[in-house]
């Protein structure tokens, strides 16, 4: 890599910010500005936005694999060799997979939705309540083989995460029965309402 400052050389790239000066450096030293560059994009085929370009050369971000060609344009026209510019594309991918410093961590908490049935393992700290559903279906199938186990509360408690099939797993294999069937509803204020919603149940 003769005439390239050890510094340029994409393996080294640590970060977003190792990438845009490595990028800046070198239009320097042609003495290209953004909007030459971005107006040579153009020309070649491989236009490469303004405001793009300017989050790549200060280290706001990379490329993303959805814009390698211009990427490749954009090192062409910055003269990086041709034997070198598959490297440059590996970095950016490389950094572009890393979570910026300071970057928020994957919660397992959904927020304000239900926990899905492959969010199982997140769910925990209602061994209680799980408990006392698993005995409530018990009961449920020993009295009556329509038996019905309603789960209330108000907007937001967890009903529909504690009734995923997947987050209350007991619940199924406790009863000794065929699988239960689990049905969320959103009941009207007038019972003539509740008692229509479970008569189409069965």
């Not at 070198?26 to 560059?37: G, H």
């Not at 060799?81 to 970095?91: D, F």
């Not at 049905?183 to 189409?200: C, D, I, L, P, Y």
Request: aromatic fraction near 6%.
């Amino acid at each position: 890599m003769s005439g390239v400052e050890s510094r340029d050389r994409p393996a080294e790239f640590m970060s977003r910010k190792d990438f845009g000066e490595a990028l800046t450096r070198r239009a320097q030293r042609l003495d290209l500005s953004q909007t030459a560059i971005a107006r040579e994009s153009k020309r070649r085929g491989e236009l490469i936005r303004a405001g793009t370009l300017a989050n790549w050369m200060v280290g706001n971000s990379v490329p993303s694999v959805n814009l390698t060609d211009q990427l490749r344009t954009l090192l062409r026209i910055l003269q990086v060799p041709e034997t070198e510019i598959g490297e440059w594309v590996q970095a950016a991918r490389r950094i572009g997979e890393t979570p910026k410093p300071g970057a928020a961590i994957d919660s397992p908490w959904p927020g304000l939705a239900s926990f899905a049935p492959d969010q199982a393992e997140d769910f925990y700290g209602r061994d209680d309540v799980q408990q006392r559903l698993r005995a409530a279906v018990a009961r449920a199938w020993e009295d009556t083989a329509c038996g019905i186990v309603a789960v209330t509360g108000a907007s937001g408690a967890g009903k529909t995460s504690l009734l995923t099939p997947c987050c209350a797993p007991d619940c199924h294999r406790a009863s000794g029965s065929p699988p239960v069937r689990i049905r969320t509803e959103r009941f009207g204020r007038r019972a003539r309402s509740t008692k229509r919603a479970v008569n189409s149940w069965w």
